[in-house]
């Protein structure tokens, strides 16, 4: 089982900054992507930013020159840090982690896991 849990998020003014933490744990072998999506009332959810094992990263054409995504590769956490914020970029964020999962006595396997997430509020 892997668990992922989101925190950082809060009420903030537009033009502000937060930064988001994404902690992975449980019985991971390996961590090879982990991804920022949000979703916004009434919206689908939609990637903001993933960020590969090797360091390969991607970004929503709105997400580009505001936020960055990194990651603590020992302890398979992953941040956003969220810069210039505005009122749109309200909605709860999710973390996804992919990798690779096993127990004593068990075939590894690919797990892709999501956390709560964490509500971003941006007032005008």
């Known amino acids: 089982q892997v668990q992922v849990m989101e925190s950082g998020g809060g009420l903030v003014q537009a033009g502000g900054s937060l930064r988001l933490s994404c902690a992975a744990s449980g019985s991971i072998i390996e961590v090879t992507d982990m991804a920022w999506y949000r979703q916004a009332p009434g919206k689908q959810r939609e990637l903001v930013a993933s960020?590969?094992?090797?360091?390969?990263?991607t970004y929503a054409a709105f997400a580009k020159g505001r936020f960055a995504i990194s990651k603590d590769n020992y302890q398979n956490v992953a941040y956003l840090q969220m810069d210039t914020l505005k009122p749109e970029d309200t909605a709860v964020y999710y973390c996804?982690?992919?990798?690779?999962?096993?127990?004593?006595?068990?075939?590894?396997?690919?797990?892709?896991?999501w956390g709560q997430g964490t509500q971003v509020t941006v007032s005008s």
């Open positions: 996804n982690v992919q990798g690779i999962s096993g127990t004593a006595g068990r075939w590894p396997e690919n797990f892709g896991s």
């Open positions: 960020l590969t094992k090797s360091g390969s990263t």
